[in-house]
Structure formats: C-alpha cells, structure tokens
C-alpha cells in the first residue's frame, strides 16, 4: 500500500509560482508511473503531468506545457511538481497519483480504480 501526502497549495495572484510537494511512503518498487492531476467542482479530473521512475521521462498536459515542471527527490521520496505563470484556470484541487495516471499519444489519463491518490491540496489563482 502507498500512502501520499501532499503539501505546498495556497492563493496567489495571476502570473506568481507555486512548488507543490508529494510525500510518498510504502512501498513503490513496483511504481510505472507518477505524477499530478487536478480538479475542480463539476468536472472530471484531469491529468497535469506524468513522470516515469524507470527514466526519468515526463509528459505534460498540453495546458501547462513550459510553465509546470515535475521533479522527484529520490533520496527523501518525493514528488514536486513546480508551477510558475499561473494562471485563473489552474486553480483547483491538486492530487498526487501513484500509477493512477496512464500516458496514451501524450495524452495524460486518469486510471479508475488504479494504483493510489493523496487527499488533495488547493491551488487558487487570482486575478
């Protein structure tokens, strides 16, 4: 079982930064897959960015392509996912997920029912 604790959510004004923070416990020597999805009230979540442990690959959501960077820290087991130009549509809940996400032709999906997710931590972005 894993278990994922994120941290690092707030309000910020349109075009400031955010560095969200994903503590990962248990075991993930079996891990595909990392990375970040969000969502807000009414709407399905949506995946944000993708990093492969195996190699280091990451794949980004179209929408926040050169603004969003995911980083892992392996030595102290977590996930970062640094956020800059923010903008009033990133405002959302932010989730950690342990291969809870799928990459098909760049597009990053939710897997139901799959792997693990933390409680959410939430982005608002003023105008």
């Known amino acids: 079982q894993v278990q994922l604790v994120e941290s690092g959510g707030g309000s910020v004004q349109t075009g400031g930064s955010l560095t969200l923070s994903c503590v990962i416990s248990?075991?993930?020597?079996?891990?595909?897959?990392m990375g970040w999805a969000r969502q807000v009230p009414g709407k399905q979540r949506e995946g944000v960015a993708v990093?492969?442990?195996?190699?280091?690959?990451?794949v980004y959501a179209d929408s926040v392509k050169g603004r969003f960077t995911i980083s892992r820290d392996i030595a102290n087991n977590t996930l970062y996912l640094q956020m800059n130009s923010l903008k009033p549509e990133d405002t959302a809940t932010y989730y950690c997920?342990?291969?809870?996400?799928?990459?098909?032709?760049?597009?990053?999906?939710?897997?139901?029912?799959?792997?693990?997710w933390g409680q959410g931590t939430q982005v608002t972005v003023s105008s």
């Open positions: 997920a342990d291969d809870s996400l799928s990459v098909v032709r760049g597009i990053i999906s939710i897997v139901a029912g799959f792997g693990s």
């Open positions: 248990g075991d993930t020597s079996s891990t595909y897959c």
């Open positions: 990093i492969y442990p195996g190699d280091g690959r990451t």
